[in-house]
């Protein structure tokens, strides 16, 4: 049961990362692509971490992996925020549709 529970937690994992990825590909500009990958990729590391977790059982080593999924669901937005104001403060503009 538990192996079910780890390959459906890494499975989820792997679909958020691929979304995340597929986002940086079609995706404008970098105000659209930090705000994609913000999201799904935390949220990806979070099932990739915690099926890791789920794994391992209990250790020392899932300490270590539950420190880091903390650290990335803390820092990750951070780091998108920074980027965007970053962005934004060198002069890029957001990306606008045009009118035809």
Avoid at 39 to 53: I, K
Avoid at 54 to 79: D, H, Q, W
Avoid at 84 to 92: E, S
Wanted: hydrophobic fraction near 60%; glycine fraction near 8%.
């Amino acid at each position: 049961m538990m192996e079910w529970l780890v390959m459906l937690s890494m499975g989820c994992g792997f679909f958020f990362m691929s979304v995340a990825a597929i986002g940086m590909i079609r995706l404008p500009d970098v105000f659209t692509r930090a705000h994609a990958v913000g999201l799904t990729d935390t949220l990806g590391a979070f099932f990739l971490l915690g099926g890791l977790a789920l794994y391992e059982g209990l250790s020392a080593k899932t300490l270590r992996i539950l420190i880091v999924l903390l650290l990335l669901y803390l820092l990750n937005p951070v780091i998108a925020h920074a980027t965007i104001r970053a962005a934004y403060r060198a002069g890029l503009q957001p990306w606008m549709k045009r009118s035809p």
